[in-house]
Structure formats: structure tokens, C-alpha cells
């Protein structure tokens, strides 16, 4: 196949996309990129600078000067490097920005992404696209787990329904909202774990990319 292996995985919050989508980059010798990171490291910079997440001008210069390193930083997670996040994303020229950053990674070799808009806006003709979701509830309890994990203490109501708030944002929007693409095989992971979502993933890209 002359096209490059790229396999698009979009979908909200904590339903298993980064696990996944790290699993299927190892398992397909494929570059990742978690492309969530990049609207994190663009919020994280305009924080750093005193500057408002929501304000188009201070967010669209951040990712004009975003460098490959940002996405090492260790200050990418957490509810305020959350909400920055979902701010800057919702600015269509930080989008504009990001969007050869996030093509240019896959020119060479191709890739595993996952986003939100990988497979509608960054990759509209990518030969596999997987939208990953999972119910409002097992989502809120995943990264609840995790959360919980690492030492945070925290309550599962209020976890809950900063995602709510979050996800209504991300599909509200009008730059690249979150949705599924037309030609998307859909995973509901509610009901499976991490190794089921991986093993119907591939089959699904098997049928759309020619493994070796
Ligand atoms: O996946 P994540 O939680 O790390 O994403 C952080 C924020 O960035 C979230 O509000 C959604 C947004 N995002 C986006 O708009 N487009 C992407 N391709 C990836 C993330």
C-alpha cells in the first residue's frame, strides 16, 4: 500500500485511547504522539507568562513557539493544566498552528495519533480511524483510579463533573468539535478492558492496512 500507516484515534476523556493508541504504536512499530500534550503545553506556556489560557492573541503565539521539548515538561496534568488545555483548543488559530506540527510527525514513517480531530481535520484520509468512547460514569471512575493512583485525593462527584463540563466543551466548540468521522469504527470500551479494546482494535486495522 503506497500510503502511509496512519492509524487516527479520537475520542473524549479517559476512555482508553492513550493506552491503546501506546499499545498499537509498539505493536505496529509506529511513531505516537498523544496529541492532547500539545494543546497542554500551549496552556501550561501561556500560564507560565501570566497570561489568560482563553485569550486568542497570548494562546495562538504559545503555539507558534511551541517546541518538541514542551511535551517533556512534567506540569502537563492536573485540573489546571486541564482546563488550560480545553481553553487554547477551542481557539482556531491554536489549531492552525498545531496542524503541521501534527502532520509533519507522521510524513516520514507515518503514525499513531490520538486527538480529538485526527481522524476529521488532521487526518481526513487516514486508512484507519478508531473512535474510542466509553460511558460518562466509567470514564469519571477511570481517571478517579488513577487520580487515586497517584497519591491525589480526590471525589469521584466532582471528577464527574469536570468531565461533563469538559467534554461539553470539547464537542460545543466550533473549531474541529469532537465527533466521530464518518468512516470511524466506533469502541465502546465501557464494558471491556484495556487487552479486549486492544485486540478489537487491531482487528479492525487489519482489515484497513496491510500488515506485514
Ligand atoms: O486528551 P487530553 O485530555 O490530553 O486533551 C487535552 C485537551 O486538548 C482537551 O480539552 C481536548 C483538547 N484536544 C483537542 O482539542 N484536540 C486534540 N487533538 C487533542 C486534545
Redesign the pocket.
Known amino acids: 500500500m503506497s500510503m502511509k500507516p496512519i492509524v487516527a484515534i479520537d475520542g473524549p476523556?479517559a476512555a482508553g485511547k492513550g493506552t491503546l493508541a501506546r499499545r498499537l504504536a509498539a505493536t505496529l512499530h509506529l511513531p505516537y504522539l498523544?496529541?492532547?500534550?500539545l494543546?497542554?503545553a500551549v496552556g501550561r506556556r501561556v500560564l507560565e507568562t501570566g497570561g489568560d489560557p482563553s485569550d486568542a492573541v497570548s494562546a495562538e503565539s504559545a503555539a507558534r513557539a511551541l517546541e518538541p521539548a514542551d511535551l517533556d515538561r512534567n506540569d502537563l496534568r492536573g485540573p489546571q493544566a486541564?482546563a488550560a488545555?480545553?481553553s487554547v483548543?477551542s481557539i482556531t488559530g491554536v489549531r492552525a498552528a498545531l496542524l503541521d506540527f501534527q502532520r509533519d510527525f507522521a510524513v516520514r514513517d507515518g503514525a499513531v495519533l490520538d486527538?480529538?480531530?485526527?481522524g476529521t481535520v488532521i487526518f481526513p484520509n487516514a486508512p484507519a480511524k478508531l473512535f474510542v468512547t466509553a460511558s460518562l460514569a466509567e470514564r469519571a471512575r477511570r481517571r478517579w483510579l488513577e487520580l487515586r493512583a497517584k497519591g491525589m485525593e480526590a471525589d469521584i462527584a466532582t471528577v464527574e463533573a469536570d468531565m461533563r463540563q469538559?467534554d461539553a466543551?470539547?464537542a460545543a466548540r466550533a473549531a474541529?468539535p469532537l465527533k466521530a468521522a464518518a468512516d470511524a469504527c466506533l469502541l465502546d470500551t465501557s464494558e471491556m478492558d484495556a487487552e479486549a479494546a486492544f485486540q478489537a482494535a487491531l482487528a479492525f486495522i487489519r482489515t484497513r492496512i496491510d500488515l506485514i
Open positions: 476523556a498523544d496529541t492532547g500534550l494543546y497542554r486541564d488545555a480545553a483548543a486527538g480529538r480531530d485526527i469538559r466543551k470539547d474541529a
